[in-house]
């Protein structure tokens, strides 16, 4: 495979001015991470302290292998909802290797508000089975929470994919034979004491673990039953008496050391195969993205500089180059894994959609998974291109795309607009992990066009309801619905929302997919059989 | 193996042959005939004797060279002479012959934003040449090789449809009269 050349000079002043912008960013972005993961009151802290517990983090710590790396997902999840006082959603998640296995880790972060759910923290538990059972991956609860956060409660109970749906997939990943160990290092009150118990093996630390269905108070005002917490429900009684848990443990320290022998009894899994080479470090530093990204967001870059600064060797072998030259498509190795490679370099036409459909086909035929690199204004718009039929070039790469067996991997490293957002993988998709760079930019229009849209909608409704305006308030509005439309349009945003797994730093884009990659390749998965049309 | 490669000025094939550690070295068709006899394939030992530190057997005599490689160019000292050595492509040997256009054509409909030159001027590749927008992203053109420019087609703020001639270099033949 070839090497591919760079032609990106890194003393430009281009290049510089871009450094400098997105290192700024890059910078807020770490803060941004920094705060979310450890800056907490000191009263929390000192709480937990007092208990004797340790924090998540800390708790992963022990979990997970020495040195190893810890691909955490959502970091920022929540970051710009409930005034920024849940940070990560109050949940930690992420995939690290326990005993040599690849394990989902989903753990109560108790330093906020005591673990307790807001709507945002059930959502993102249930991405995090979901990625569990996507990938087949073996769960380790570390269950810390109050519970739900009862002011919301509407938003948390019933829904769909609320509460209920994280006992459910508990019960589905147990069918899919997907192993689940709980190390219960809190009271587990009302459905919380379902996490523990619908776990394969469940481990309690005596004196502040508790599973119980009702809680002392509970119970003393339902029956006037007076009981303490370890009598109702504590370690000795539900590994002891119940048979509810299975480990009474002394320490949390204890238990999760327990946790780690028994994730060492799992089954290993025979991971999907795939065309495999020993990895090798990209010739360009992935560094120098940086540089290579615009620090306007509107102008124009070629994805070959990017790719060249994610896969192995720099190397890469781009299918059909002159045939819709707005899409780029072609093999390359990421870690030593093969993958085919699709990145935007410019609008989408009917050419370029058919050009990755073909491609993608030949992907999926060839088990090769595929990588998406987003940045896309959209679909050309306009008589000569609806007449060549771009509307139904575009469905076929929909189509195709919704439909693969291979696994597939989205990173937003720009633009993600309108109609392009589908047909490169969106999260609607379900590509097995979604990850967006922090200058990034998501919605269904660009900026300035949506605010004049949404501005003349404004206007005209004023001016039937008899007012006029002058020409500042007119801005004003203007100014009002752009700000807004901009902040929902953001890397924050999405990532607050749960559009994507989370930010990433540009340079760790190919350790990041290195890791999804290989946690994907847990699950095999079916081939469906026909030939590949070229379109 | 074959390979096609630069040392110095001049290019050379090479096929190589690999005996478990050994390769066998054979050049093709030039005259130059210090190391490898002409038609004659010698077998040649690399050893890695640290870092940067090979010496290389031939004919049962060894040689030390100095080698440090980045990407597809080697420098190398070697019987007291540096060299400096590509690898070529072979794709983009091919590709070279075919040629380059003297003009950028738009690939979509759009408006021109910025018009850096005049017809006359001298530019070298990279200088950027002019700035469109279409579909709401700006796209700099940037000089493809060194030369002249020919003509520039739109001003600033013209809307141009999609194939139409952005900007045209002076064909490079007729350039030095």
Redesign the interface.
């Known amino acids: 495979m070839r090497r591919i050349k760079s032609s990106v000079e890194v003393n430009s002043a281009d290049f510089l001015a871009n450094q400098a912008r997105n290192r700024e960013l890059l910078a807020e972005f770490r803060l941004r991470q920094d705060d979310a993961r450890h800056k907490r009151a000191d009263r929390d802290l000192e709480r937990l302290k007092k208990q004797k517990k340790l924090t998540p983090r800390e708790r992963i710590e022990l979990l997970l292998d020495p040195g190893t790396p810890f691909m955490e997902i959502s970091s920022l999840r929540a970051c710009e909802d409930y005034d920024g006082q849940v940070p990560g959603a109050g949940v930690v998640g992420g995939i690290g290797i326990v005993n040599g296995r690849e394990v989902l880790v989903h753990a109560s972060d108790s330093t906020v508000k005591a673990g307790a759910w807001y709507p945002k923290s059930v959502a993102k538990s249930v991405r995090l089975q979901e990625i569990a059972r996507e990938n087949h991956l073996p769960v380790v609860h570390l269950v810390d929470s109050a519970g739900a956060f009862l002011p919301m409660q509407s938003e948390i109970f019933p829904g769909h994919k609320m509460g209920g749906h994280l006992f459910y997939q508990q019960c589905k990943l147990s069918a899919a034979g997907i192993s689940q160990v709980a190390v219960v290092l809190g009271h587990c009150t009302a459905g919380g004491a379902y996490v523990p118990t619908l776990c394969d093996y469940s481990i309690m630390v005596r004196g502040t673990g508790g599973v119980f269905l009702g809680g002392p108070p509970l119970v003393k005002a339902a029956t006037g039953e007076d009981v303490s917490a370890e009598e109702l429900g504590g370690a000795d009684v539900q590994c002891g008496i119940s048979g509810t848990a299975d480990y009474a443990v002394d320490s949390e320290q204890e238990g999760i050391a327990l946790a780690r022998e028994l994730v060492g009894t799992f089954k290993r899994t025979i991971k999907a195969d795939v065309d495999k080479r020993d990895p090798e470090e990209p010739f360009y530093d992935p560094k120098e993205l940086y540089g290579v990204i615009p620090k306007d967001t509107n102008t124009q870059f070629d994805m070959r500089e990017v790719i060249a600064r994610i896969v192995d060797g720099s190397r890469f072998h781009e299918y059909k180059p002159d045939y819709g030259t707005t899409l780029i498509c072609g093999y390359a190795f990421i870690h030593g894994y093969k993958v085919g490679i699709i990145g935007n370099n410019g609008v989408l036409f009917s050419d370029s959609a058919q050009k990755a459909t073909n491609f993608m086909e030949l992907c999926n035929r060839d088990r090769v998974p595929l990588v998406f690199l987003q940045n896309i204004t959209g679909f050309m718009i306009g008589k000569e291109y609806e007449h060549e039929g771009i509307t139904k070039h575009g469905a076929k790469m929909v189509m195709t795309q919704s439909n693969l067996d291979v696994p597939k991997f989205t990173v937003i490293v720009n633009g993600s607009y309108g109609a392009g957002n589908y047909a490169m993988s969106g999260r609607a998709y379900e590509p097995r992990f979604l990850f967006m760079w922090p200058q990034s930019k998501i919605s269904v229009m660009g900026v300035e066009q949506a605010a004049k849209t949404l501005t003349q909608i404004k206007l005209a409704s004023l001016k039937k309801q008899g007012k006029t305006l002058t020409d500042e308030e007119a801005q004003a509005i203007r100014d009002d619905i752009a700000h807004d439309y901009e902040h929902k349009s953001s890397a924050y945003y999405s990532t607050s929302e749960g559009w994507d797994d989370g930010i990433i730093d540009p340079a760790d884009t190919r350790n990041v997919l290195g890791m999804a990659i290989s946690a994907a390749l847990n699950k095999d998965w079916e081939q469906s059989s026909h030939g590949v049309l070229r379109i | 193996m074959k390979r096609e490669i630069k040392l110095g000025d001049a290019f050379y094939t090479v096929t190589a042959h690999r005996h478990g550690d050994d390769y066998t070295a054979h050049r093709h068709g030039d005259d130059y005939t210090t190391i490898i006899n002409d038609g004659e394939a010698l077998r040649a030992r690399l050893e890695h004797i640290g870092d940067e530190d090979y010496q290389v057997v031939i004919n049962g005599q060894s040689t030390p060279v100095k080698l440090i490689s980045h990407?597809?160019q080697a420098f190398i000292h070697a019987f007291g002479r540096n060299f400096e050595l590509d690898v070529i492509?072979p794709?983009?040997r091919a590709a070279e012959q075919s040629g380059s256009s003297n003009a950028v054509k738009a690939?979509?409909?759009g408006i021109m934003i910025e018009v850096n030159v005049k017809p006359g001027q001298q530019v070298s590749a990279?200088e950027p040449l002019l700035s469109i927008e279409?579909?709401?992203?700006?796209?700099?053109i940037k000089a493809w090789r060194d030369g002249v420019i020919d003509s520039v087609n739109y001003a600033e703020g013209d809307a141009f449809d999609?194939n139409a001639v952005l900007v045209a270099m002076v064909e490079e033949e007729s350039e030095g009269e």
């Open positions: 990407g597809e492509d794709v983009d690939p979509m409909p990279g279409s579909m709401k992203i700006m796209t700099v999609k």
